[in-house]
């Protein structure tokens, strides 16, 4: 059982947990790294198969290389944007791999737990889904350790392979920037910068049909 002091601290963690751009250069201590893992190994996943594995990126070269697979695929795709949008798109910061003194490239293997694992046959993402999982651990334990985390996914799946040296098979789910900041907004920054709003939670509800919305 929780504590109420416990139970609003969750929603606290919840509620305050953002994604973030900007790190100082301040180590992240051993143990508190280790909380993050450890957290996001708890995390569910389809038929227990843990299809995760973390690979630390601490080396600066290694860092670099991931900025610029990054960037080269955030300039490919502002074309998708009409003008306009499209130099508002090219302002907003969508990584901070430099910054960070630590990128933790998460990935799933679909091969793990052989080629019958539990509830993954009807749903084959569910290993994907699972990565996501321990991602949001991973995220919501660096809140509550006061630690920044910025979720990166600008980028080809083969560039990341190259520069980690991944196997072919295995995919490389994200890159989490992790570190100290200096400024953790009250609000996601792609509100506060005018690209998205929160939507309104009642609209995206619907009663026991499709496009059915609660009376009232
Ligand atoms: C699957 C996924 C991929 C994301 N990829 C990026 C990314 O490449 N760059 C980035 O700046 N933010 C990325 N984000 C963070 C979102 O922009 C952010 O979660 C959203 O704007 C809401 O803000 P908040 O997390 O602070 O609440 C990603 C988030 C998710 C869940």
């Known amino acids: 059982m929780f504590t109420e002091e416990e139970r609003q601290g969750l929603y606290k963690a919840i509620y305050r947990r953002r994604d973030i751009r900007s790190f100082l250069p301040d180590p992240i201590p051993e143990e508190t790294l280790s909380n993050l893992l450890n957290a996001a190994h708890h995390a569910p996943s389809v038929g227990f198969m843990q299809p995760w594995n973390f690979i630390l990126v601490s080396s600066q070269t290694i860092k670099e290389r991931l900025a610029w697979a990054a960037d080269k695929e955030r300039r490919a795709l502002a074309i998708h944007y009409e003008e306009g949008r499209q130099e508002q798109f090219l ?3 969508v990584e901070g791999i430099r910054q960070a003194p630590i990128t933790i490239c998460i990935t799933s293997d679909p091969t793990r737990g052989g080629s019958h694992v539990l509830g993954r046959n009807s749903i084959p993402e569910t290993d994907v889904l699972s990565v996501a999982c321990a991602i949001q651990n991973i995220w919501l334990a660096a809140c509550v350790e006061g630690v920044a985390m910025g979720w990166v996914s600008f980028y080809k799946k083969n560039d990341v392979r190259d520069i980690l040296e991944i196997p072919p098979h ?24 005018n690209w998205e709003k929160r939507r309104s939670l009642d609209d995206l509800i619907f009663i026991d049909s499709w496009g059915i919305k609660r009376e009232g």
Do not use: F, M, N, R
Request: aromatic residues 8%.
């Open 91 to 93: 302002q907003l910061k």
């Open 170 to 193: 295995i995919d490389p789910v994200a890159l989490l920037s992790i570190g100290y900041t200096d400024h953790y907004p009250d609000k996601p920054i792609l509100e506060s910068s």
